[in-house]
């Protein structure tokens, strides 16, 4: 977890994922936010589709105040992620 994406390494493979481009407002929440990773584990999604669902979160996160209220409900990141938001 980064400002300018994320690291995922496994086994069989190392890929990077860029950060999203939004307003900054806070930070705070974004490491919690990236639990949003494991969405799409739950969900058997590939990895790459996990990292990036979870970028979107974080960094939606960062667009409003505190931790709470500004994790993004699930129908704002899959809007996000249908608009092309930069990832």
């Known amino acids: ?5 994320c690291l995922v390494e496994t086994k069989k ?43 979107v979160v974080g960094a939606l996160t960062t667009t409003g105040k505190g931790a709470v209220n500004a994790m993004p409900r699930r129908s704002v990141v899959d809007n996000s992620l249908a608009s092309h938001i930069s990832v």
Do not use: H, P, Q
């Open 13 to 55: 493979e190392v890929f990077k994922m860029r950060s999203s481009k939004v307003d900054l407002v806070g930070a705070t929440g974004t490491g919690e936010a990236f639990d949003a990773f494991l969405t799409g584990i739950l969900e058997r999604w590939d990895l790459r589709r996990c990292a990036k669902f979870a970028s």
């Open 1 to 5: 977890r980064e400002s300018n994406g």
